[in-house]
């Protein structure tokens, strides 16, 4: 396993690291549990092959994963990093951040958390951060020893990373999306590691888009593959910014070929980084439905996501990624926080092409766009 310098912590991470949000559940009487026949010796089995990096939060796998992630490492919790996070909305006055952070401690069994994390900030959560002073509560825990180090998650425009990093003094790590599919941070994570503030990735093989075998490999580097979350692996942990890429890993298959790709990411060069990013531009020409997300059409009064089904579309399109698309876009379409809209769901009021610079016209686009989801 390779290890990678993480910011100014003065640590370093495996460039895998373990991202427990999709361990493998079972079902009894109506309640999820993790199946910790699997999960356990997974998890155990990634520490053996050089993990030491393992990023939960409260509500994943049903609000298990802590408590598995935990259990299952607890016999070398010495030698792991344990990265969680603290839901903002929870916190409505001076004291919250400990409370759940003692939530999170007794769920994963243990005295402290290596990284724990704002979740999901954004510029406005950066400035109740600041005049909340939540901070000087973040150095009370650090001084008793529940936590280490602060970091954060991100969600937001690109930009507002920067203003983020700039304003909340003493972050030490940021955790963000960056894959072949979506290079929209990248500027924000070389500004990132030039300040001393660790770069964990998630989603490096674009939410499992980039998992099952595709032509991008042969689109991309001229010959055939099936490993395209190869390539993908590779493009972002061939980024000299990047200290660590998250897989969110369900079988021992999965965490055997990650870790395989991530002990030899380092061997890509830096001009075929370049070439492989600037190859992934040119293919992305060939779109025949140019829609550029710059969300002017939101938002819909019918609440459907307009852009993102563009970008699905674009999955499919241009990238031939159908397969991974067909499991996402079902999921998209029972959003359990009230999205999932498609074009049954427009009403015709053009509201959208009055807004769009690009001038599409976006309802005929939306309907021809569903009707090839909807037959994946």
């Known amino acids: 396993m390779q290890y990678r310098k993480f910011g100014n912590t003065g640590l370093d991470i ?3 690291g373990f991202g427990c949000m999709r361990l493998p559940e079972i079902e009894k009487g109506g309640k999820h549990y993790i199946d910790e026949d699997l999960a356990f010796p997974m998890l155990m089995r990634a520490w053996e092959l050089g993990v030491n990096y393992f990023d939960s939060a409260p509500y994943y796998c049903n609000k298990n994963s802590e ?13 792991v990093y344990f990265s969680t996070k603290i839901p903002m909305e929870e916190y409505k006055e001076k004291g919250d951040l400990r409370r759940v952070l003692e939530r999170s401690l007794e769920k994963m069994e243990t005295d402290y958390i290596d990284f724990y994390h704002f ?3 954004n510029k406005n959560t950066a400035d109740k951060i600041v005049k909340n002073d939540i901070m000087s ?8 020893g529940l936590l280490r180090f602060m ?4 969600h937001d425009a690109s930009e507002n990373m920067k203003y983020i990093i700039d304003n ?12 072949l599919l979506d290079r929209s941070n990248e500027d924000m994570i070389e500004y990132a590691h030039s300040k001393g503030v660790g770069t964990v990735i998630m989603g490096p093989v674009g939410g499992g888009r980039l998992s099952p075998p595709t032509d991008l490999y042969e689109k991309l580097a001229g010959k055939k593959s099936s490993a395209t979350y190869e390539v993908a692996m590779r493009f972002v942990l061939g980024n000299p910014s990047v200290s660590c890429a998250l897989a969110g890993m ?4 999965m965490l055997e070929g990650n870790v395989k790709v991530a002990n030899v990411a380092g061997e890509i060069t830096a001009d075929e980084w370049v070439q492989l990013g600037q190859a992934m531009e040119e293919v992305a020409k060939f779109r025949d439905l140019y829609c550029t997300g710059c969300k002017y059409c939101m938002p819909c009064p019918a609440g459907i996501d307009i852009p993102k089904l563009f970008e699905f579309y674009t999955h499919v399109n241009v990238y031939g990624l159908g397969e991974g698309i067909r499991g996402t876009y079902k999921w998209y379409k029972k959003n359990p926080w009230g999205e ?7 009403t015709g009021c053009g509201v959208c092409e009055t807004k769009c610079p690009q001038k599409l016209a976006v309802q005929k686009e939306l309907e021809r766009v569903c009707g090839v989801l909807e037959n994946l």
């Open 14 to 16: 495996s460039a895998l």
């Open 250 to 253: 369900e079988t021992m298959e």
């Open 168 to 179: 909340v003094p003493g972050l030490a790590s940021v955790l963000c999306q960056y894959n």
């Open 340 to 346: 999932g809209k498609t074009f049954e769901h427009c």
């Open 119 to 121: 979740w999901g900030i």
């Open 67 to 79: 408590y598995a992630t935990g259990r299952a490492l607890k016999s070398v919790r010495d030698k």
């Open 137 to 144: 509560e973040v150095r009370e825990c650090q001084e008793q």
């Open 151 to 154: 970091s954060f998650s991100f």
